[in-house]
Structures are given as C-alpha cells and as structure tokens.
C-alpha cells in the first residue's frame, strides 16, 4: 500500500468491541478482489461482526471491524 503511517484504535463500548486501521498509503483495498480482507469479513461475520471498508485510489485506507463483545473477567472489566 505504499503507507508511510499506520493508526490503529481498539475499544469496547455498549456490548460491541471496534478496532480502527487508518493508513495514509495508496488505497484501493477492496475485500472482493481478494486482498485478504474477504476471509476477515467471513470471519467477523461468524461472530455477528461486521467489517467496513473505505479506500478510495490515493487514500487514506480506513478499515473498521465491529464484533459483539461482553466484558465478563474481572481483569478486564472496569466496574
């Protein structure tokens, strides 16, 4: 992808864990031609996830993947 920066953001809010990567590279990523990011999808979707993708040519690539997710260990709940 060319991309010289990488951002990546992980957080669990309302039930629902959501992990953001933003890269300033080409873009052009398209889960249906293959990239990689189809079996990413299929798997998400296994667990009622979703995945989105926005990479227009000449970026930025931002991908957004969202899974439900219930905090049930006392290590990483904060309550």
Known sequence: SGARR???????AQGMLRIEVVDDGAGGADPARGTG??????RLGTFDGVL????????????VMEVPCALSSPKTSSC
């Open 6 to 12: 990488v951002h990546i953001r992980i957080q669990h």
């Open 37 to 42: 990011l189809l079996g990413v999808e299929r």
């Open 52 to 63: 989105a993708v926005s990479s227009p040519p000449g970026g930025p690539t931002m991908i």
